[in-house]
């Protein structure tokens, strides 16, 4: 490995070389000490209330009474959560860490199928699921080994309102399905009985898995990362080393829009800022981007973190212009490419740079983050940040002089510990030293600006969320009426890229429509393919492997011709 650094001169001012681990034992730790030091200042808001340091302090105390004392859940046990952005996650994933439990985030919107995979690959004991959800939960946990079920309504923490609002999620807006869980507890009950438990702290080290991160693979078939409490500790101060020039201490209020279950969110919005005792303004659902305007105007936000859809979309609302940006200082954008003209629309609108950043969910996430004193986009995702070392790999494993373009190599203390349960797996992308391959083809310039150039993989990401193909053929193989399948990403203005498939039909009857009807029962919404072409046949090498990157090339040129 060449020693030479260059990214170090271009440091901004401030930034060291290399952080301190050790000045915290967990996640935990830091958590209680945002406690300790903020308890008055507030701490999240979600639907006009808010909660303070101290309260969320004392609330996700009782849900970890609850979890030992009446569950006896013990250190290492895995919790599923299965909720958007609402004040119920931040006091359950607290709550479940200072009981030394590993947090399973899942996606709410999964089908069955992904729900039974991930609760059956992690061996969750117990899970949060938000009432809306709760009905695919019923579909699948008796396959599992959960034996402990919490459901909570939208408005359970929101007082009497919050009441009126479960009624009419449930009865008007007819968004709570249906759903037979008879042993399940509600999450206030949850709370009132907790509280009567004294909590016994674990003790917790760097070692110990605080998440499980589901993420794709090349296989298709989602897989843990364990991301140990190091892993997050080293990548908050990594991050927090790198923005907290820009940020002021107890002063900072930053937009929560994506979901805290994803890994950029949680280590950003939920730890980051939690340690400089921001106020995470939690919104529940981005995609009403009228009603997300109206939030923005109302929070007084200095910080907004989100993907390149996201920004997209708020600079096309009607009413986010004229919003008052004086107090903004930080846009990070990560989880996709930041496309040029976004970037530099964001900036003419509201004066802020939007700031490129570039991580994985195998690197708890941030591995790279542009100066946030940077006066225009650039088009690289940045610097390698504090004790992070990367490097540019050939094909056979040998590192390649400045400039050229090979697979990106990351090794760092944020780097997880491998794959749960998946030592198979782990060997593909950990080398014995420590370090990850990336998959993304990408080359760093003379300063240490590093340049995505291509993905290795195949792999497709919608809106900031990794897609594998694999996944997407295996399901809809399934369908009677198909021969062969083949997905590519295409590129899509809205979401970056968009699932196409080619299909070869069995059935010669069988139409476009069914065919999406038969993901959607099947897949999540961001997996859906948005196009399908039906072909004769599909190229294939000289062995019958399907080529997808001949589709892919034959699809580049049409846009060029």
């Known amino acids: ?102 947090v399973v985030n899942t996606n709410p919107m999964y089908t069955a199928r992904e729900l ?131 940020l002021k201490e107890g002063q900072e209020v930053v937009i929560t829009a994506l979901p805290l279950y994803h890994i950029f969110s949680l280590t950003a919005n939920g730890l980051v800022f939690m340690r400089l005792g921001g106020l995470s303004w939690l919104i529940t659902n981005p995609r009403d981007m009228p009603a997300f305007v109206k939030e923005l105007r109302k929070s007084g936000f200095t910080a907004l973190t989100g993907v390149n859809t996201l920004f997209n979309g708020l600079l096309n609302t009607p009413g986010f212009s004229e919003l008052d940006f004086s107090k903004l200082r930080l846009s990070l954008g990560g989880g996709m490419a930041v496309q040029r003209a976004v970037a530099e629309r964001w900036k003419k609108v509201t004066g802020c740079t939007l700031a490129e950043a570039y991580g994985l969910t195998e690197a708890s996430p941030a591995v790279c983050i542009n100066p946030l004193d940077l006066k225009d986009y650039n088009g690289s995702i940045g610097l390698p940040i504090p004790s992070t070392d990367i490097a540019i790999w050939s094909e056979d494993g040998q590192a390649l002089p400045q400039g050229d373009v090979g697979e990106l190599m990351v090794h760092g203390p944020q780097v997880m510990k491998g794959y749960w349960q998946r030592p198979d797996e782990t060997v593909k992308v950990l080398t014995p030293d420590g370090w990850l391959h990336t998959g993304d083809i990408a080359r760093i310039d003379e300063n240490g600006y590093v ?57 010669p009857t069988l ?3 069914q065919l999406k009807e038969f993901c959607r029962e099947n897949l999540t919404g961001y997996k859906r393919p948005r196009v399908i072409e039906f072909r004769d046949a599909l190229p294939k ?14 699809k580049k040129q049409a846009v060029a011709g």
Not at 177 to 189: E, G, M, Q, S
């Open 1 to 102: 490995m060449s020693n030479q650094r260059p990214w170090l001169n271009h440091y901004p001012a401030g930034v060291s070389a290399e952080i301190d681990i050790n000045q915290y034992a967990s996640v935990t730790a830091v958590v209680e000490e945002a406690f300790e030091r903020f308890g008055q200042r507030p701490a999240f808001h979600s639907f006009g209330k808010q909660l303070t340091y101290a309260e969320v302090d004392k609330l996700s105390r009782d849900f970890a009474g609850y979890l030992t004392g009446e569950l006896k859940l013990v250190k290492g046990d895995r919790i599923a959560i299965m909720m958007p952005n609402c004040l119920q996650y931040p006091i359950a994933l607290f709550g479940a860490l200072r009981a030394g439990l590993t």
């Open 116 to 246: 039974k995979h991930q609760l059956e690959d992690s061996g969750a004991k117990a899970i949060l699921v938000l009432d809306n959800f709760a009905a695919t939960l019923q579909q699948v946990v008796a396959e599992t080994e959960v034996k402990h079920i919490i459901t909570t309504g939208i408005g359970d923490l929101l007082g009497a309102k919050g009441a009126v609002m479960n009624l009419v999620v449930k009865h008007v807006k007819k968004m709570v399905p249906p759903f037979h869980l008879p042993h399940a507890v509600r999450f206030n009950d949850a709370l009132s009985r907790g509280a009567r438990h004294s909590l016994t702290k674990p003790v917790i080290g760097h070692d110990d898995i605080a998440f499980l991160q589901y993420t794709g693979g090349t296989t298709g078939v989602a897989k843990g990362a364990m991301l140990t409490h190091g892993n997050m500790v080293a990548n908050m101060l990594q991050a927090g080393m790198w923005i907290g020039a820009n």
């Open 451 to 507: 340049y995505i150039v291509d993905r290795k993989k195949d792999m497709i990401l919608v809106s900031g969320f990794n897609v594998y193909p694999n996944e997407i053929e295996d399901i809809v193989m399934k369908h009677p009426g198909v021969a062969e399948v083949a997905a590519i990403g295409i590129t899509d203005e809205h979401s970056g890229e968009a699932v196409k498939l080619f299909v070869v039909r069995k059935d």
């Open 511 to 513: 139409t476009v429509e």
């Open 541 to 554: 090498s000289n062995v019958g492997k399907i080529l997808r990157r001949e589709l892919r090339d034959e």
